[in-house]
């Protein structure tokens, strides 16, 4: 079972482009996979925030691999971990981490090139993901390498950064490379075009968006939302408490789902 959806999801990668939904826990897994997504990811943010902590290493590795497992086991489909920078600060510790995931059911994972807000040096940041190859055989598990070029200070040139990263991070072994930060549609496809396996942007952390066909049009082939959903998610759960502090009334119920329909969403 697990192999099959490994292979389903890598078979996506190379398809025209997909959206790979970010879930926080197995109730918002599920009705993702009802709505018909073909995969889904974890989002470390969308966890730590329904823990009421924020997003950023708050979280120990035992608890993310917890509701990470939680997440994979609530749905019948590929699931990828966000695995942050690998909760390691050697390459061995990092392969014990996604081998830990594979454990926990997912079939993918991301991998950040970056902590404490200062990028890993190129060959350290190569051999982690080797690490992570090793723990994870090609065709088995897809691993997804990020680097945040874009979004550290002091990148001289972050797409010359970023094409390098990526060329050395697919050599050690991964699948797709992951670039958040960069919402611009001439330097996305000056990306797509320069990046020798599909790349994976995320939608919806800027204020300038991206429509998810023009992404694929650009060539992107995996589009991811982070933490976007659950920021919409208490966003609405903020609004409705602040409506009912305000005036009394009740029309954040407007268009919510019947009491009746939810239960029948997580039956079975």
Known sequence: MTEDRASAFLALHHGDGFVLPNAWDPGSARILAQLGFAAIATTSAGIAWS?????????????????????????????????????????????????????????????????????????????????????????????????????????????????????????????????????DEGTIGRLAAEIPVPLNIVAGLAAHVVPVPQLFALGVRRVSLGGSLARAALTALERAGRELLDTGTLGFLDGALPYAEVQRRFAG
């Open 51 to 183: 823990l009421g902590i924020p997003d950023g290493g708050a979280l120990d590795l035992d608890t993310m691999l917890a509701h990470t497992a939680a997440i994979a086991a609530a749905v019948d489909l590929p699931v990828s971990a966000d695995l942050e920078a690998g909760y390691g600060d050697t390459p061995e510790q990092v392969g014990r981490t996604v081998a830990l995931a594979r454990g926990a059911g997912v079939v993918g994972a991301n991998l950040e090139d970056a902590a404490g807000g200062a990028l890993f040096g190129i060959d350290e940041a190569a051999d982690r993901i080797a690490a992570a190859r090793d723990a994870a055989p090609r065709g088995a598990f897809v691993l997804n390498a990020r680097t945040d070029a874009y979004f550290v200070p002091g990148v001289h040139d972050p797409f010359a950064e970023t094409v390098a990263r990526a060329q050395r991070f697919v050599q050690a072994g991964a699948d797709c490379v992951f670039v958040p930060g960069v919402n």
